[in-house]
T-cell receptor, first 116, second 117 residues
Framework: GAGVSQSPSNKVTEKGKDVELRCDPI?????LYWYRQSLGQGLEFLIY????????KSGLPSDRFSAERTGGSVSTLTIQRTQQEDSAVYLC??????????????FGPGTRLTVT | AQTVTQSQPEMSVQEAETVTLSCTYD???????LFWYKQPPSRQMILVIR??????QNATENRFSVNFQKAAKSFSLKISDSQLGDAAMYFC??????????????FGKGTHLIIQP
């Protein structure tokens, strides 16, 4: 079956612009995760959704970052007023559900964001 | 907070030989999961192997095996009969049990594995 997909694959934007990154999880996966991968910080966990709910948003780097999930499926990560330090690869992952089933996370190919 | 440390930024091995990648972690939890992920240049993270902390037996998946030392908080990955397709970044990752998945994975900085033909 289809894996996790992310779009766009690459995004170049000017500093100060808003960007929206999209993640389509594997069908039937109720849990969804966003991570950021950068040279300086490595891989960082950003946020987790169970269904449409994100119980803890404290991992988002700043209030310019927001995420939502609709219909228990597609998720978008929005970065407002982008800064150069936002340049990174943004990875999305999904899993069957919370608890024991959550141990197996399937990752998408990521979106490489470059802020100029 | 949990931390994961990979002390080898880069490793090189001849094709068909065996290589071991190191990982140590720090946690106060007694139950957790440990993982090794592979990330080729395509950026797609691929799960290589996982270990549940409550299991004493080391996990094995074909040519990949781990040496899990819970008391030492060590979780190394052994790749036997290395193949050119094994070349990639390898990340060690931790997930706590109590969070039920809500806390995501904590990753190490990664080890770049080079396979010499």
């Amino acid at each position: 079956g289809a894996g996790v997909s992310q779009s766009p694959s690459n995004k170049v934007t000017e500093k100060g612009k808003d960007v929206e990154l999209r993640c389509d999880p594997i069908s039937g996966h109720t849990a969804l995760y966003w991570y950021r991968q950068s040279l300086g910080q490595g891989l960082e966990f950003l946020i987790y959704f169970q269904g449409n709910s994100a119980p803890d948003k404290s991992g988002l780097p700043s209030d310019r970052f927001s995420a939502e999930r609709t219909g228990g499926s597609v998720s978008t990560l929005t970065i407002q007023r982008t800064q150069q330090e936002d340049s990174a690869v943004y990875l999305c992952a999904s899993s069957l559900g919370p608890g024991l089933a959550a141990y197996e996370q399937y990752f998408g190919p990521g979106t490489r964001l470059t802020v100029t | 907070a949990q931390t994961v440390t990979q002390s080898q930024p880069e490793m090189s091995v001849q094709e068909a030989e065996t290589v071991t990648l190191s990982c140590t972690y720090d946690t106060s939890e007694s139950d957790y999961y440990l993982f090794w992920y592979k990330q080729p240049p395509s950026r797609q993270m691929i799960l290589v192997i996982r270990q549940e902390a409550y299991k004493q037996q080391n996990a094995t998946e074909n040519r990949f095996s781990v040496n899990f030392q819970k008391a030492a908080k060590s979780f190394s990955l052994k790749i036997s009969d290395s193949q050119l397709g094994d070349a990639a970044m390898y990340f060690c990752a931790y997930r706590g049990y109590s969070g039920g998945g809500a806390d995501g994975l904590t990753f190490g900085k990664g080890t770049h594995l080079i396979i010499q033909p």
